[in-house]
């Protein structure tokens, strides 16, 4: 069990989502950025689709109730166990009694913490995860909530080698949308060539970008079709918005361009105020970047290291010997600097 003892702005649990339900209007939801929930995950020794918590903006207060494994992935944060700094992206033992203090998301948007065994709360049409547009699979956590954990079976990792990083500005790879030839010329180059601006009115259903105007170059209403995440769609106001994880299952503003899978994550990742600028790809590029990433899924994360146990059991002793004064711990990595005690 987990006691919710200050959920953040925004902490909701999640899995892969609502699969096979669009065509009777059900969106998938799920994790905004589902490859930090599947790594989080595999730290831990639990199938990909475990369901963990999702932290917006900032982080929560937890309290486990039980002993077990934790791991945090996704959006960089100051995090602490019973006052002393963890890393991200390294399994964690956890005492019952010990408090997780996660702080402010630095680098990022969105952390995920997993538990060893996932949460266990009840599933809607397959999944547990929470959407905050159809108002499926519970609401938002609260302080004072309790949170049931699973039984713990898989075996866990130890770290993930080079972890992902994700910078507030960057490109992001798209395909050509269906909706492309609407647009002018000009609002193509547009496209192609500017930077756009994370608003703050963006959401889990979609992130809502300010640049320039991509003006339509038809004014034929489009009837309803089915969307999908990464989903670049420019309404009236010629202000594009791509779609998250709670999007809908049809929209009716022309789509210029889609977001690639690779890449999904990476937007998902982009705060309030976060620079962007869109690159085309072809579809064979799109499958191998993908590719790419499953095989660093599968490579990057390794089990105990002699090295850096040997360096965990030095910092539980800097914690109880005065003499050793410092222990540092940073981007997954400890390292540590030991000074004589005066």
């Keep these: 069990m987990i006691e919710i003892l200050r959920p953040g702005p925004l902490t909701t649990v999640q899995d892969l989502g609502r699969a096979g339900y ?19 995950n595999r730290l831990v020794g639990n199938l990909d689709d475990a369901a963990a918590l999702e932290m917006t903006g900032e982080g929560s ?14 959006g960089r944060l100051e995090a602490t166990l019973d006052d002393a700094p963890v890393p991200m992206y390294q399994t964690l033992a956890v005492k019952a009694g010990t408090v997780l203090e996660c702080g402010r998301i630095t680098f990022g948007w969105r952390s995920y913490l997993a538990v060893a065994g996932g949460i266990r709360t009840a599933a809607v049409l397959g999944s547990v995860s929470t959407d905050t547009l159809a108002g499926l699979g519970g609401v938002p956590l609260a302080a004072g909530q309790h949170l049931e954990t699973g039984a713990h079976a898989g075996a866990p990792a ?12 960057t490109v992001l790879r798209v395909q050509a949308g269906p909706q492309q030839d609407w647009f002018s010329a000009d609002a193509r180059r547009l496209f192609a060539t500017s930077a756009f601006r994370v608003l703050s ?21 489009l009837p309803s079709m089915g969307v999908t995440m990464g989903a670049v769609q420019v309404p009236p106001s010629g202000q594009p918005i791509v779609l998250l994880a709670n999007h809908g299952a049809t929209g009716g503003y022309p789509l210029i361009a889609n977001v690639i899978s690779a890449d999904i994550g990476a937007m998902a990742q982009l705060a309030p105020g976060a620079e962007l600028r869109f690159s085309e790809v072809n579809r064979e590029t799109a499958l191998e970047l993908l590719r790419e990433q499953e095989t660093r899924l599968d490579t990057s994360l390794l089990g105990a290291d002699p090295a850096l146990l040997a360096a965990r059991a030095l910092m539980v002793l800097a914690g109880q010997h005065t003499s050793l004064k410092q ?9 540590i600097r030991i000074r004589r005690g005066d």
């Design 22 to 40: 669009s065509h009777l209007g059900v969106p998938e939801a799920g994790a905004a950025d589902a490859f930090s929930l599947r790594i989080a």
């Design 61 to 74: 207060s937890l309290r486990f109730e039980t002993d077990g494994f934790v791991a945090l992935t996704g």
């Design 158 to 169: 130890f770290y993930m080698r080079h972890p992902p990083y994700y910078p507030q500005a």
């Design 201 to 221: 009115r963006s959401d889990r259903t979609g992130a809502r970008l300010e640049g320039p105007v991509l003006a339509h170059d038809r004014d034929m209403e």
């Design 327 to 335: 222990a540092a711990v940073a981007d997954g990595v400890r390292r």
